[in-house]
């Protein structure tokens, strides 16, 4: 059971290597192509959190260690990143018009991963039990990531998503990070449940 759980590890770690170079390799060539923009999405940065997570686990896999808190506390903390992404794209942003997008990788990005991310935390064992107060620490990075986002927005006019557009009027965009958050913090009670579970044993 080790042998396999690490081995669909290693290949989400490949998918969102692949997914993430096929889809940079288009977006580079476009006009209005910035480095800081392409990694700019929260998309991107969840599915690279998630692959350095199963990466960092598989490592500890090699040298037979069991999930430390820290480790699971940062694999929970992806997991809650990409089924936000999941969420969110499949809800808000399944219509948006982009037209660069490369479709395998856009659902590698959007669909695949979440779901099997989720998945995999709640079914197999290797991973600490966490406690409600690491919930803080799964709101830290997408506050900072907010703000970030939305400094951009008021000043060199930049949103990676619709919803954050201050076109909107920054009251309608505050409901929607509000939303988010709220969203955010649900989904880490649940992972939070979840670590406490032992499904699969491996």
């Known amino acids: 059971m080790r042998t396999l759980v690490n081995a669909l590890r290693l290949i989400a ?67 809650v990143y990409i089924a936000t992404t999941g969420i969110v794209y499949n809800t808000l942003l399944v219509n948006a018009d982009v037209s660069a997008s490369v479709p395998w990788s856009n659902d590698v990005l959007h669909r695949v991963l979440p779901v099997y991310a989720v998945l995999d935390w709640l079914l197999f064992s290797d991973r600490a039990r966490l406690l409600l107060q690491h919930v803080w620490w799964f709101l830290l990075y997408p506050a900072v990531w907010l703000i970030v986002i939305l400094i951009r927005g008021a000043t060199d006019g930049w949103v990676p998503y619709p919803f954050l557009d201050p076109a909107l009027g920054y009251g309608v965009v505050a409901l929607y990070c509000l939303g988010v958050a709220v969203f955010i913090a649900l989904m880490g009670i649940l992972v939070v449940g979840m670590s406490r579970l032992r499904l699969v044993k491996v």
Not at 37 to 56: D, E, K
């Open 13 to 79: 770690v490949i998918a969102v290597v692949a997914a993430i170079v096929a889809q940079w390799l288009v977006s580079s060539k476009l006009e209005s192509y910035l480095f800081w923009n392409f990694f700019g999405y929260f998309t991107i940065q969840s599915n690279v959190f998630i692959a350095v997570a199963f990466a960092l686990t598989l490592i500890g896999a090699a040298r037979r260690k069991r999930g430390s808190t820290g480790l699971s506390v940062f694999r929970g903390a992806a997991t």
